[in-house]
């Protein structure tokens, strides 16, 4: 099991940006995909981005595509989600997520073993 810790929301005006972070510990983090997903209120939780174990494959939600990039630090346990030119709509509580998939598995939720706990991201209008 991979215990996941987001840091890194709030509230922020439309147009700014926003770094998330998500912390792992556990097994071994170089091993996992990981990928970010979001919960807005009465909606489903909804794929933003994934990234492959090594760092070089990336895959985004067409929502997000040329605003948000996902990256990770293996040496450091951490996969982060950069959010450019954020809108309201981005509102959401935004997870990370560890799985042993393909980037290619990565937009269903079902697909990842391990959740954080989640970290609020409002933009106002």
């Known amino acids: 099991q991979v215990q996941l810790v987001e840091s890194g929301g709030g509230l922020v005006q439309a147009g700014g940006s926003l770094r998330l972070s998500c912390a792992a510990s556990?097994?071994?983090?170089?091993?996992?995909?990981m990928g970010w997903f979001r919960q807005a209120p009465g909606k489903e939780r909804a794929f933003v981005a994934a990234i492959n174990p090594s760092g070089v494959i990336t895959y985004y939600a067409d929502s997000v595509k040329g605003r948000f990039t996902i990256s990770r630090d293996n040496a450091k346990n951490t996969v982060y989600l950069q959010m450019n030119s954020l809108k309201p709509e981005d509102t959401a509580v935004y997870y990370c997520a560890a799985g042993l998939l393909t980037v290619a598995r990565a937009s269903r939720a079902s697909n990842y073993d391990d959740w954080g706990q989640g970290t609020q991201v409002t933009v106002s209008s």
């Open positions: 556990g097994r071994t983090f170089s091993n996992y995909a």
